[in-house]
């Protein structure tokens, strides 16, 4: 595969979609051929299945039902999205991919991370991204800079202590996986954080 792929990662609140629109505002500047888009979803199936997996209305959906749908969706966005724009040499940024599963459902759920690669393994075939930019910012932090949560979707409903779960399961993910995930520090406002990827990117070579 010739183009680069970047995903981005973080707990709710941490300002994913408000770096995705400023790296893309920054790759538009800069001529640089790529596609932005998202998980669950990015597909018109995932899309479908992401309003079934966030859906309150799905309350009592089991952990490993969670779990097989992330994937699906995942596996559907990776053959008809991500995998062609790679081989038609664009960058691929994507908010959020196969670490939210790992994060949420192996760590958050307990689940474990081993089950949770089996799961998806048949989905992401080994198409692993370049770089996975995290937005290091604890929930409570992120809770305290935006005044408030969203509880809007199933998974945002869950409590405090599963969002923390979600966090350290993401610092455990960046010890072991130092080659790949990249730390973003973003305490500062999206444009002090914003400048920090862009660095971030340009030091491994992806920019
Ligand atoms: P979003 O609100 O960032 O678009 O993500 C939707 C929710 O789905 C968010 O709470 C994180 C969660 N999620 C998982 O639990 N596992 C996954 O594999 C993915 C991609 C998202």
Do not use: M
């Given at each position: 595969m010739k183009g680069?792929?970047?995903?981005?990662?973080?707990c709710e609140g941490a300002g994913k979609s408000a770096q995705c629109n400023l790296l893309a505002?920054?790759?538009?500047?800069?001529?640089?051929?790529?596609?932005?888009?998202?998980?669950p979803g990015g597909t018109p199936v995932a899309e479908k299945i992401r309003s079934i997996i966030l859906s309150p209305e799905n309350k009592g959906m089991s952990y490993?039902?969670?779990?097989?749908?992330?994937?699906?969706?995942?596996?559907?966005?990776?053959?008809?999205?991500?995998?062609?724009?790679?081989?038609?040499?664009k960058l691929v940024l994507c908010?959020?991919?196969?670490?939210?599963?790992?994060?949420?459902?192996?760590?958050?759920?307990?689940?474990?991370?081993?089950?949770?690669?089996?799961?998806?393994?048949f989905a992401y075939e080994n198409c692993m991204?370049?770089?996975t930019l995290f937005l290091d910012i604890s929930?409570?932090?992120a809770f305290r800079r935006k005044g408030g949560v969203d509880k809007n979707d199933r998974i945002e409903l869950e409590g405090a202590e599963f969002h923390m779960k979600v966090y350290k399961g993401y610092l455990a993910l960046a010890e072991k996986y130092p080659m790949r995930f990249i730390k973003i520090p973003c305490m500062g406002n999206k444009?002090?954080?914003?400048?920090?990827?862009?660095?971030?990117?340009?030091?491994?070579?992806?920019?």
């Open positions: 680069k792929f970047i995903t981005l990662e973080g505002e920054y790759f538009n500047k800069n001529n640089i051929d790529y596609i932005l888009t998202r998980e490993e039902c969670e779990t097989l749908l992330y994937a699906a969706a995942r596996a559907d966005h990776l053959s008809n999205k991500i995998i062609p724009a790679l081989n038609d040499g908010d959020r991919f196969l670490d939210s599963s790992l994060a949420y459902q192996a760590y958050a759920r307990g689940l474990g991370t081993e089950t949770v690669e089996k799961a998806n393994f991204p370049d770089v929930p409570e932090d444009y002090q954080t914003h400048d920090n990827i862009v660095s971030a990117l340009k030091s491994r070579g992806i920019l």
